[in-house]
Nanobody, 116 residues
Framework: QVQLVESGGGLVQAGGSLRLSCAASGIIRSINIMRWYRQTPGKQRELVAT???????NYADSVKGRFTISRDNGKDTVYLLMNSLKPEDTAVYYCKYWDPRVGEYWGKGTLVTVSS
């Protein structure tokens, strides 16, 4: 099993920055994919960014050029650096782990609030 704990959320003014962290523990396979999602009340969970164990990355169009996903394999931690934040980035941010043997696991989320 895999446990994920997100941190780093909070309140920030528009134009500001935050860095989210997702610490993974348990049985972490060398081949895996980590993703950040976000969700606001009444809406579906939205994929924000993806990073593979080979460090390939992908981003939603809405965050391209502003958000950067990265990972520290030595710490089994994935980060989401969010710059130029907008009020519409306000959401609960979740990380998700996937590997081909155990499937997917979710963290409990961290709230990001961007004030205008």
């Amino acid at each position: 099993q895999v446990q994920l704990v997100e941190s780093g959320g909070g309140l920030v003014q528009a134009g500001g920055s935050l860095r989210l962290s997702c610490a993974a523990s348990g049985i972490i396979r060398s081949i895996n994919i980590m993703r950040w999602y976000r969700q606001t009340p009444g809406k579906q969970r939205e994929l924000v960014a993806t990073i593979t164990s080979g460090d390939s990355t992908n981003y939603a169009d809405s965050v391209k050029g502003r958000f950067t996903i990265s990972r520290d394999n030595g710490k089994d931690t994935v980060y989401l650096l969010m710059n130029s934040l907008k009020p519409e980035d306000t959401a609960v941010y979740y990380c998700k782990y996937w590997d081909p043997r155990v499937g997917e696991y979710w963290g409990k989320g961290t709230l990001v609030t961007v004030s205008s």
